[in-house]
């Protein structure tokens, strides 16, 4: 019986040490951080590709460099970029993919199916559209950071928890892509007061795999509401010839659906918790009614915000990227119809019911 297991044991080590006899040695590999793609200037019909990357050897003038090609697909181009550099090109750690505005309205499909057929890429891989050149983004320097993949990775993030963009990954975009009942959509890089400023807290509205429209400010947050992710982030209203503010703490989502004289009602409720964090109307707010007042008030506020990204999803996009038509394929199958989910939801009456409720006053007088 010991020799079995010896043997057993010995066969393990050595089919672990087989495993790594083709294995790459790090200083070999040229580590991907962004990926940028475009449309040529010089071909309409081809793509611009940009990769950038940390140079590790000490004497370089650069702590990071990028290389572009131009190629009709992407798996020309990682040919293309092969070439042109000197150690073997890694795209395991790529943080975000980075699609200009110009390539995320033709269609972007056609790169995700590449990406997933040969799994170079991470599920977790990052998604963003830019409102301008993608391979102007990924040569910028950034402020706070060695690299500009690593900002903009941290900056979705961080308007995630904010409650303004989503987290779009591979893994995800295809799965709402594929799936009846929602349409895609991503974070959308915007420039702030000069092109040396982002803003990462605008969301690109996809209907199949192309762009249509993207939502910014208010109706980013709105967005993310209806969605129900409500994570943190302040949500600042003009109220009583004052500005309150609240803290986002959280919530959820709650979506039924019925029909009614053969027409489709959808009641979403929607709960938030906050903190008061800035009330500067001139009135004491220590009492009870007055918290309640104050709930009812930015509830109606919020009730308004919604409303307003409802009516460019349905009365002018007629694109559901909230992910409605789940619900409706679940409770009344008979009704869905997979193909035209979009001009039904146009057609749905839809009942929003925020409920605020403020846990904490902070410090008050």
């Not at 697909?73 to 110009?102: T, W």
């Amino acid at each position: 019986m010991k020799k079995i297991v010896k043997v057993f044991v010995l066969l393990i080590l050595i089919s672990s040490l087989a495993g790594c006899w083709d294995a790459t040695d790090l200083e070999e590999l040229l580590i991907v951080y962004g990926l940028g793609i475009d449309i040529s200037n010089d071909n309409p019909d081809q793509y611009f590709f940009t990769i950038g990357f940390p140079t590790i050897i000490p004497e370089a003038p650069e702590k990071k460099h990028e290389f572009s090609t131009e190629a009709p697909s992407l798996g020309r181009a990682k040919n293309n970029l092969q070439q042109k550099v000197y150690r073997q090109i890694s795209y395991d750690n790529i943080r975000v993919i980075i699609f200009s505005e110009e390539v995320a309205k033709q269609g972007i499909m056609v790169h995700i199916d590449s990406m997933l057929r040969e799994p170079l890429f991470r599920g977790t891989t990052r998604f963003a559209v830019a409102i301008d050149r993608a391979v102007d983004m990924l040569t910028m320097e950034p402020p706070v950071s060695l690299f500009i993949s690593t900002f903009l990775f941290d900056s979705i993030e961080q308007n995630y928890e904010a409650t303004l963009v989503p987290i779009t990954t591979l893994r995800n975009f295809s799965h709402e892509y594929y799936a009846d009942g929602i349409e895609p959509a991503m974070p959308f890089i915007c420039y702030g007061a000069d092109k040396t400023e982002l803003n990462v807290g605008c969301v690109a509205l996809f209907q199949g795999d192309k762009m249509i429209e993207y939502f910014s400010g208010d109706n980013s947050r709105a967005f993310m509401l209806l969605r129900g992710e409500i994570h943190g982030g302040i949500y600042t209203f003009e109220l009583m010839d004052g500005f309150v503010s609240i803290n986002l703490k959280g919530g959820s989502g709650k979506i039924k659906t019925e029909l009614i004289n053969g027409e489709l009602h959808i009641y979403h409720d929607i709960f938030i918790n906050c903190v008061l964090s800035e009330h500067t109307p001139k009135h004491e707010m220590l009492s009870a009614n007055s918290i309640k007042a104050l709930e009812t008030q930015l509830e109606e506020k919020i009730k308004k915000s919604l409303r307003n990204a409802l009516d460019i999803l349905q009365n002018e996009l007629k694109n559901d990227n909230i992910g409605y038509g789940k619900y409706v394929k679940a409770n009344h199958p008979e009704y869905f119809d997979g193909e035209s989910w979009n001009d039904q939801f146009a057609k749905a009456i839809i009942h929003v019911n925020p409920t605020v409720r403020i846990r904490a006053l902070g410090v008050t007088p």
